[in-house]
């Protein structure tokens, strides 16, 4: 089992910009897909954005063009860069680890990431 801890959420204005990032330990996220997911008061956790293990991503269409999620193996960290963010981006963050290892399409479905952080609020203000 891996160990994921978020950080980088806060409070900011509408248009602003934050960059989450995720610090796995452990075990390694090299062979796994990875995504982030959010959930806002009230609502069903959402995919975000997602990344297989070679690299492909994919992107809830609310965030296409504004976020960029990226990962550097390495260091065994997971990031997203959220540009130009509006109030409907409020909700905490979360970053997850799938099931399966050498995934080529990564999954958005909540149900296919078995290890997950404990969030970080993100607060976007009008």
């Known amino acids: 089992q891996v160990q994921l801890v978020e950080s980088g959420g806060g409070w900011v204005q509408a248009g602003g910009s934050l960059r989450l990032s995720c610090a796995a330990s452990g075990r390694t996220i090299s062979r796994y897909c990875m995504g982030w997911f959010r959930q806002a008061p009230g609502k069903e956790r959402e995919v975000v954005a997602v990344m297989s293990w070679i690299g492909r991503t994919e992107y809830a269409y609310s965030v296409k063009g504004r976020f960029t999620i990226s990962r550097d193996n390495a260091n065994n960290t997971l990031s997203l860069q959220m540009n130009n963010l509006k109030p409907a981006d409020t909700a905490v963050y979360h970053c997850?680890?799938?099931?399966?290892?050498?995934?080529?399409?990564?999954?958005?479905?909540?149900?296919?990431?078995?290890?997950w952080g404990q969030g970080t609020q993100v607060t976007v203000s009008s």
């Open positions: 997850a680890r799938s099931r399966t290892s050498h995934t080529v399409l990564a999954p958005s479905e909540p149900y296919e990431y078995d290890d």
